[in-house]
């Protein structure tokens, strides 16, 4: 199976059988026997094709004289794979791009859909000019979304909220592929020891500047193949969700409750800056997920997490007053990390930041039962919005009477941000999109 095909059968998982696009590439590029060069081509046509999906259904458009939605699901994704090919990867000369793609065709479809396929391609690469973007100051939010392959609904949202260049700032770096981020395992080895390690075995990479145990990867072999990461040096976890267990603060000897825990990677944080002395209930509604969480906290050398099934909207009633400290890591709409995750624009609603600030006052209300008189509640997000985030915390603490609002930036092992709340953005802050709140239990 060559690198195009493989491609395009892991394209097909995702947009057919709702696939999550980094699982289905990983486990499909580790089946084949592929060279380095081909692993990065599918990597990068893969995710380009899918973060780019809208824009190049648009763009077939203008070759067509049918919908879109009535061409057949593989023959449209060799068609988008075409197509982006053409008018994304400059290194794949156009021939290439529509001879691959109608030698596919040939296999998935028949003679009447080669045909469709090499006619659509190859007047596309004939007469680029007919794709016409829309006018940038007549039409900012269609611009936008078609040139940085964003839902136009969201980017309508930003340009409401942050004007037109600092949203074209962040869906452009939304499209930029983030760095690999590593947390250090202070149990075993200080930052400085980690890194000459990591040298050691080829990574290239440096601090981080935002929080002590981080690193950044700027290049690495396959991180499966590290002894480091099997010996439990280190953890893969990203910048902006390290900071949370820096604003949570734990002290060795508490009891330590993480409401929405799995897969463990702030669970382990919290581990480790406890020096392994307490205990952590790491909480998860599902089972399976909580079996990554044991298997990271064995491999890290932490044996004060119990991971057990439960349900965060009804948490307090069970450990009611018990716990020093508690983390309501909540369920959301994900929009701080998209670039992380070339599916997920797609698969987002307007309507989730209806529903889901429901689900989440829910979960802090009940988790809030469980801190006891002088502890901390932290509440954290990965997205953006603040019906998930300030609206949430402020509804929340007009009820609760009994928290109190810390200044959360305070919190944070760098300097300069005192926000109340912290709200951090990929073109602003080049880490993750990530809201954390600190509160306290005063009476």
């Not at 040939?106 to 006619?119: D, E, L, M, P």
């Not at 995750?341 to 469980?370: F, G, V, Y």
Request: charged share 25%; proline share 4%; with cysteine.
């Amino acid at each position: 199976m060559d690198a195009r095909e493989v491609a395009l059968k892991i394209i097909n998982d995702v947009t057919q059988n709702q696939a999550y696009a980094n699982i289905a590439l990983a486990r499909e590029i580790n089946r084949q026997k592929l060279s380095e060069q081909d692993r990065r081509f599918i990597t990068e046509l893969v995710y380009g094709t899918i973060k780019a999906g809208a824009t190049l259904d648009w763009m077939i458009g203008h070759y067509i004289n049918r919908p879109v939605d009535k061409i057949a699901p593989v023959i449209l994704n060799i068609l988008r794979m075409g197509m982006y090919q053409m008018f994304f990867l400059s290194k794949v000369p156009v021939s290439a791009a529509c001879n691959q793609a109608v030698e596919l065709t040939k296999k998935y479809g028949h003679i009447g859909t080669v045909k469709f396929v090499n006619a659509v391609l190859r007047n596309a690469g004939r007469t680029p000019e007919k794709i016409v973007y829309p006018d940038k100051e007549k039409n900012m939010a269609r611009f936008l979304a078609l040139t940085y392959f964003h839902p136009e609904w969201l980017v309508k949202r930003w340009l409401k909220r942050l004007g037109a260049e600092a949203t074209e700032d962040l869906c452009r770096i939304n499209n930029l592929t983030p760095p690999l981020c590593l947390r250090t395992n202070t149990l075993k080895n200080t930052r400085e020891e980690l890194l000459l390690i990591l040298e050691s075995e080829g990574v290239v990479a440096e601090p981080s500047r935002w929080t002590p145990e981080g690193i950044i990867c700027h290049s690495s072999p396959a991180l499966i193949t590290l002894k480091s990461l099997r010996e439990g040096l280190f953890q893969i976890q990203d910048e902006s969700s390290m900071l949370v267990a820096h604003v949570l603060d734990p002290q060795p000897g508490e009891f330590i409750i993480d409401t929405c825990a799995a897969p463990g990677g702030k669970s382990t944080h919290i581990g480790a800056l406890m020096q392994n002395k307490g205990r952590i209930l790491s909480g998860d509604i599902h089972e399976h997920k909580l079996v990554i969480t044991r298997e990271n906290a064995e491999r890290l050398g932490i044996n004060i997490i119990e991971a057990k099934v439960l349900d965060a909207t009804t948490i307090g009633k069970q450990y009611f007053a018990q716990a020093d400290r508690v983390l309501v890591d909540a369920p959301c709409s994900g929009l701080g990390v998209l670039r992380r995750k070339a599916d997920s624009r797609w698969r987002k609603e307007e309507s989730m930041l209806q529903e889901l600030p429901k689900l989440q006052k829910t979960i802090l209300h009940s988790a809030a039962d469980c801190v006891k008189v002088g502890g901390v509640l932290v509440y954290s997000t990965c997205t953006t919005e603040p019906e998930e985030n300030q609206a949430v915390v402020e509804s929340f603490l007009k009820e609760r009477s009994e928290f109190i609002l810390e200044k959360t930036g305070n919190f944070l092992p760098v300097t300069g941000h005192d926000a109340d709340m912290v709200q951090l953005w990929p073109h602003i802050d080049e880490v993750d999109g990530f809201f954390i709140a600190r509160l306290t239990r005063v009476r």
